[in-house]
């Protein structure tokens, strides 16, 4: 019958491990159903006639139940069997619990060998020989301890790590270790001092609790002598000592569970903060200040195609483009010598990323240092703006396009509108007798709407040569382009009678010098232009420094502008007056929109009707570097 059992819980055990379970629902279930059969029948003491079921015994006829296991083998035969329906059950849905069980089983089954061998060892019977004289004998202790290590192997393989991150059979180990030196120790020593290990095992678990489990386990192994053999164990002597070691074990034990509580609230917000920064969209880089990656998120691994293991503890650079290492490596160095106070170092800032495939890529990076115990750090939050930079590439392609229709077209309007021009001249000229008042009319009609044209045309190609025009910047003085702005529109001022006030502080800014003169030229022409007729006009050319940056106004005392027109007068052709009342083509603002806003600046205006506007815009101080 016992060969019969450990052949069926062996095939069980083959099961488990390839995965077969109604094999494992069949071998466990004979196994567990034989074993609960003779498990009755030592209880109740009945006899159903299955000793002997499969082979008549000879070799043990004389023993009070012939071919019966022995009863710690039975137990272990119970024990394996249900294990591996457990096994069974837990294929479908891993439970933690229930790997804890198997575990736990698969422990007290190796127990019950190693006890039974340890007893053949030291000659202790009781440790083999339970009760009646049928007893487990050496191979079947073998086999059972071997058995037991079977169950223990394979439930640490299926555990998911949630409740304890080293397998069970440890802390039994060392609980079995703890309890045979116990015993044999002599009582006055303080030999239960050995189970503090195994409350120290409580801090491989997961939760906080388990140290008090161990403390209980540990206090019934330390008085289970005395319990067991009270007449000869329970001295004053032994007593104290034995609650002294409780009392001790209970010490280690909350002070085990009081850290574990600390541990489970750090991982807690660890875990918390992980994945924050998990699940936010931009890529996040932390670095020492020797540029070794120290974190890296999710979107991160998106953005460059490395997974986090294999860039942290790596140099950042390994994810930028050979070209810009040295350009970052300097910017670092240089910050790290300034020793400054802990800050934003850049904001921003379009440079290109070196993806794991060996593309780059163009990415917004701002990084900022912080420090943390006196540590320096820098945090980097890195964008992906391949797309932004896509639109703007086929914006330009597209505005470049445009430009070129409307210079092309611009050109080749302005030659037949020229021989209109001159033809209708020439024949009111050779006309002028012969004709009626009315049809001279209709001719210098005809004559006004063509040279508006021309005008039209003019400005048309003059807004689109702008782009063209602007190769590059220079410190420009605006004291010397505001003059020759004035001296140009020097006839204007005297005939109006306008006076011009510039700021002393004029200051030398970035930027193309031709212009900046034709922003000027606009700027204050059209001050001088929608003056109010009954006073002259007066015009302030100012200038205020605000960080980086200069905002420059050109302000006047004219009929001003409606709230509502303040926006779209910066557009082409938007005129709020008709050529007669005020001679223009609506290009001059749109014009000095499209100069100010390639100086990388803003343009906009403040005015109340028929007090005056200002023009405001912004240009970047000479010190500022315009591309970085
Ligand atoms: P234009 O002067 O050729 O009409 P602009 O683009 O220079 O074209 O100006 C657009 C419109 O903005 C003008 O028609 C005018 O109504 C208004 N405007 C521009 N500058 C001033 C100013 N300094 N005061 C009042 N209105 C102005």
Redesign the pocket.
Known sequence: MTAVLFLMSGLGLFCAILNKTRGLFFFGGVTLAFSAIIAVEYISGLDFSIDQLFLEDYIHPETAHPGRPAPNTVLAFLCIGFAEILLGLNRKRQSDIVTATVEVIGFVVFVLGAHALGGYIQSVEIAYAWGTDTRMSIHTAISNAALGFGLLAISWSSQSKQIFKVPLWVPFIICFLALQVDLVAPPEIIASIVYIPLVFCSVWFILPRTAFTFAIIATLLAVLRYLLFPEVYMTEENMINRLLTIGAIWFVAILVFWQRVIDRKLERSENYLKSILDHTIEGLIVTDSHGTIKNYNRACEKIFGYTADEVIGKKVTMLLPPYYRKKYKRRIEDYLVDNKASGMIAMDREVEGLRKDGTSIPINVGVNEMRVEGERFFSGIVRDITKQKQAEAELLRSNTELERFAFVAAHDLQEPLRIVITSTDIFREECEKELSEQSLEFIVHAQNAAKRMRALIKDLLEYSRIDNEYQGCEPVSLTEIVNMALENLNFDIRKTGAQIQVDTEMPVVNGNPVQLLRLYQ?LIG??I??RNKDIPPQIHIKAKKDGMHWILSVE?N????EQE?LEK?FSPF????TATQ?P???????MCRRIVESHKGKIWAL?TVGKG?S?FFSLLDASAELSE
């Open positions: 606009n059209n001050s232009k929608y006047d004219g009929i001003g502008i027109y007068i938007i005129r709020l007056h005020y223009g083509t609506g290009i001059g603002l749109a005015s506007s023009i």
